[in-house]
């Protein structure tokens, strides 16, 4: 069994602002997204940037075999949102993007907008596999890439960035926050027991404040002496499968010329013990290639493939 998480990159229909100029741009994306995936050949897959339903709809139209669809009907400004594709049947459990109780809202702007839920949903499946119930979480964090008022992507000076670049901070901390609260509402306190994966694009790489609150009980970490040794904590804590990644491959997306794993894959007790590997891009490949990015994401609007590769994992 393999799942993973990938960010397909403003997958748009052409003509709507965020999508190709035409028609040819739009089938050579989905020619390239459809190629990793049905090499990938996942049995669930974690999407993120999906703009249109109906552009997923075209893309498992270029798949192999049949694919079963779920989309979060909570889309941010851009309307784009998370989503599953997969091999196998599943029921969706939750489309949230509700702060957990007792969290307050956040400054989003200069202006001392607030925001009181996630910018993006957060969708959970289960899945039926040979091994039992799946059940599996995709969420888009809240981005790095900064925006600022009246649609620009340079600040006018370096305190308005250090300001905003608190506001996403705040932001994304929630973010991870309200995903960690679903992630409790699906293990259940008894992750021992039951497989359960957080799937998603971060926005922040594995030793960041924001992807450390998704793990729960410190302890016990891949590559820990504390790994192999049962404790209390496992009935609730999440393990990032990124040390599984061979070192040349952890990355995810490359920054202003600077590789950065900022997607992840996050398994329950149940799981972590029967990861055979875990990878970027493709297994049978060589090392992701992948485009640097800029502060600008217009400056890809309808470029082939992805910006991001995808993260998986196979699990016996």
Do not use: C
């Amino acid at each position: 069994m393999l799942i993973g998480t990938w960010n397909l990159e403003n997958l748009y229909r052409p003509g709507v602002p965020f999508g190709p100029k035409d028609k040819a741009a739009y089938e050579t994306k989905l020619a390239a997204l459809a190629d990793v995936i049905n090499r990938l050949d996942p049995t669930l897959l974690g999407l993120q940037e999906v703009g249109e339903p109906e552009a997923l709809r075209d893309l498992a139209g270029m798949l192999d075999g049949d694919w079963h669809l779920a989309l979060s009907r909570r889309a941010d400004s851009r309307g784009i949102r998370v989503g599953f594709l997969g091999r196998t049947s599943f029921e969706v459990l939750s489309d949230t993007s509700a702060f957990p109780e007792k969290l307050r809202p956040v400054q989003a702007d200069d202006e001392g907008v607030s925001v009181a839920e996630s910018g993006r949903g957060f969708l959970a499946v289960e899945a039926a596999t040979g091994g039992g119930p799946l059940r599996v979480a995709v969420a888009h964090l809240k981005s790095k890439l900064l925006s600022y008022p009246r649609g620009r992507f340079q600040p006018r000076d370096e305190g308005e960035r250090a300001r905003y670049g608190a506001y996403a901070l705040y932001r994304r901390t929630a973010e991870a926050t309200a995903l960690r609260a679903l992630a409790d509402g699906l293990l259940a306190g008894d992750g021992r027991a039951r497989d359960v994966a957080i799937l998603g694009d971060l926005n922040d790489e594995v030793q960041a404040a924001t992807t450390q609150i998704l793990l729960g009980p410190p302890g016990s970490e891949i590559g820990t002496p504390g790994y192999e040794a049962p404790d209390k904590g496992d009935a609730t804590r999440l393990w990032n499968v990124a040390p599984l990644i061979p070192a040349e491959r952890r990355y995810s997306r490359v920054n202003s010329g600077r590789r950065e794993l900022i997607d992840h894959v996050l398994v329950s007790h149940r799981l972590v013990h029967r990861v055979t590997e875990a990878g970027t891009g493709l297994p049978d490949e060589g090392m992701p290639r992948l485009p640097s990015v800029g502060a600008d994401p217009d400056e890809r609007r309808g470029a082939a493939g992805s910006d991001h590769a995808p993260v998986w994992v196979r699990i016996s």
